[in-house]
Structures are given as structure tokens and as C-alpha cells.
């Protein structure tokens, strides 16, 4: 079955940099993107980014760019996201979730990981 | 710019519906998500209509002009979560504000 599993929380300070990994599988990991979506408590879903887990391009929802770095290790089916300059407003559950795009070429997020929080605090 | 109604209340038996609200939202395709307090979201809905695997029949969408719309029929009481909308939008995915549906 395909799982998504992360790593673990994290407690960082301001200014500094942070690194989740996605471990995929129960599917081809090349097929399929990795998205990257966060939750600040109580609050909505922001999507962050995707990475194309084939070639390795990406695409970062405009408020993260020049701060988020998405990137993959194919040989062990792993994504990974990094978010520098931390402040505290970072502070949230980080979620990898595949999307899936169906047959009328628009696509969903069908599968998600156990989430990862990261707190920044000084 | 997906709007959706904060809170929905329904008896368990009833129908719930949730609403979502963009500008020409029915050009685009909607999907929903469920998500229940520490979890993960569950995707329930894709491509306006369609049900994944394992998703109760309960569960349909519907997608027209400005606004996207989930229907639970028989509502549960394990229904009982926050739900998001979501679209594709230049390249982006934008999520709903969500909605708390209690069952009463």
C-alpha cells in the first residue's frame, strides 16, 4: 500500500534552517510528484510547493520562494523540504502528500504523510 | 480565494452540505478533503465528483458556476471533521478556508 512517512518534529530557532524528508512507497516514486502543504494550529492548508520526483523540477507557491528548497533522492525513494530563515510564524505540521493527476489532466493530492511539526521558538 | 462557511451543524441520519466559492470556480476542477482533529487529511473527493477507493457513497460533489459543493447523505457521527475544498489555479494548488461540520 503506499505510504508516505516523515521525519520527526523539530524545534529550531529563529533564523535558522530546517530539513523534513518524505519517504514514499507502495508505488513507482519517479510517477508521481511530492507536494509540500503546512498547517499553523487551528488554521487552513498551505500548499508550499511540488517537486517533479522524475526530473527534479519544482515549483514554489510565490510566498516561500527564495526560502524553500525541495529536493529528492530517487535511489531511496525520499523527498525532502527545506525552509530557511525561520520565524516564528513557521511554526506548524508540514505534510508531503503525492499528487495525482487524473484523466482530466487536473490533479489531486490522493495520498499524505503523517506530518512533521516544526517549532520556532528563541 | 476559495471561501467556505465556517461551521455546518447536522443530525446524524440528515444531509450535510458544504459550499466552496471562487471566482469561476466551475471552469476548474474541485476536490475535497476531510480531516479530523491530529490527522492527516483524507482526500474524498476528486475531479468535482468522483470518490476514491475506500470512500462511502454517502460522500458526492458537485461543481457549477462560482461555487463547488459537498454532499454527506446519512451523516455520520464519524463524519464529524473539517473539510477543505481545494482547486488547481495557475500551477497552484489553493486550498478552501475550511469548515468544522458538527454532528449534532
Given at each position: 500500500q503506499v505510504q508516505?512517512?516523515?521525519?520527526?518534529?523539530e524545534v529550531k530557532k529563529p533564523g535558522a534552517s530546517v530539513?523534513?524528508?518524505?519517504?514514499?512507497?507502495?508505488?513507482?516514486?519517479?510517477?508521481?510528484?511530492?507536494?509540500?502543504?503546512?498547517?499553523?494550529?487551528?488554521?487552513?492548508?498551505?500548499?508550499?510547493?511540488?517537486?517533479?520526483?522524475?526530473s527534479g523540477n519544482?515549483?514554489?507557491?510565490?510566498?516561500?520562494?527564495?526560502?524553500?528548497?525541495?529536493?529528492?533522492?530517487?535511489?531511496?525513494?525520499?523527498?525532502?523540504?527545506?525552509?530557511?530563515s525561520l520565524r516564528s510564524e513557521d511554526t506548524a505540521v508540514y505534510y508531503c502528500a503525492r499528487g495525482n493527476w487524473g484523466v482530466a489532466a487536473t490533479p489531486s493530492l490522493d495520498y499524505w504523510g503523517q506530518g512533521t511539526l516544526v517549532a520556532v521558538s528563541s | 480565494e476559495l471561501t467556505q462557511p465556517p461551521s455546518v451543524s447536522v443530525s446524524p441520519g440528515q444531509t450535510a452540505t458544504i459550499t466552496c466559492s471562487g471566482d469561476k470556480l466551475g471552469d476548474k476542477f474541485a476536490c475535497w478533503y476531510q480531516q479530523k482533529p491530529g490527522q492527516s487529511p483524507v482526500l474524498?473527493?476528486?475531479?468535482?465528483?468522483?470518490?476514491?477507493?475506500?470512500i462511502p457513497e454517502r460522500f458526492s460533489g458537485s461543481n457549477s458556476g462560482n461555487t463547488a459543493t459537498l454532499t454527506i447523505s446519512g451523516t455520520q457521527a464519524l463524519d464529524e471533521a473539517d473539510y477543505y475544498c481545494q482547486a488547481w489555479d495557475s500551477s497552484n494548488?489553493?486550498?478552501?478556508?475550511?469548515?468544522?461540520?458538527t454532528v449534532l
Open positions: 508516505l512517512v516523515q521525519s520527526g518534529a530539513k523534513v524528508s518524505c519517504k514514499a512507497s507502495g508505488y513507482t516514486f519517479k510517477s508521481y510528484e511530492i507536494n509540500w502543504v503546512r498547517q499553523a494550529a487551528g488554521q487552513g492548508l498551505e500548499w508550499m510547493g511540488w517537486l517533479n520526483s522524475n519544482t515549483d514554489y507557491a510565490q510566498k516561500f520562494q527564495g526560502r524553500v528548497t525541495m529536493t529528492r533522492n530517487t535511489s531511496i525513494s525520499t523527498a525532502y523540504m527545506e525552509l530557511s | 474524498v473527493i476528486y475531479e468535482d465528483s468522483k470518490r476514491p477507493s475506500g494548488y489553493v486550498f478552501g478556508t475550511g469548515t468544522k461540520v
